[in-house]
């Protein structure tokens, strides 16, 4: 089971952008959840190996997920925030499946906090 550190949430103000990273053990397709309190965990973006990018209908536009095969590093880029757009997100790694399927993957990060001001 590969390892992930996220890193790179934060304070912001609607319209700000800010990335997050995360950072992998091992060569794998990757994903991006999030959760508001009170609110299921949710889809957000996901990236095979081969770069084939995923996103959620919600961040399409708005949001961009790469990554860096040679640093095993995938990056979320969050332009154009929203107050809505808070949450915990969590990277997640190793689906075996549909990758908007949380229930899917098999190695998490330990979230990171994203706060969105009006």
């Known amino acids: 089971q590969v390892q992930l550190v996220e890193s790179g949430g934060g304070l912001v103000q609607a319209g700000d952008s800010l990335r997050l990273s995360c950072a992998a053990s091992?060569?794998?397709?990757m994903g991006w959840f999030r959760q508001a309190p009170g609110k299921e965990r949710e889809f957000v973006a996901a990236?095979?190996?081969?770069?084939?990018?995923y996103y959620a209908d919600s961040v399409k536009g708005r949001f961009t997920i790469s990554r860096d095969n040679a640093k095993n590093t995938v990056y979320l880029q969050m332009n154009s925030l929203k107050p809505e757009d808070t949450a915990v997100y969590y990277c997640?790694?190793?689906?075996?499946?549909?990758?908007?399927?949380?229930?899917?993957?098999?190695?998490w990060g330990q979230g990171t906090q994203v706060t969105v001001s009006s």
């Open positions: 997640a790694a190793e689906p075996r499946g549909s990758v908007y399927d949380e229930y899917v993957y098999h190695a």
């Open positions: 091992g060569r794998t397709d």
């Open positions: 990236i095979r190996w081969s770069g084939v990018p």
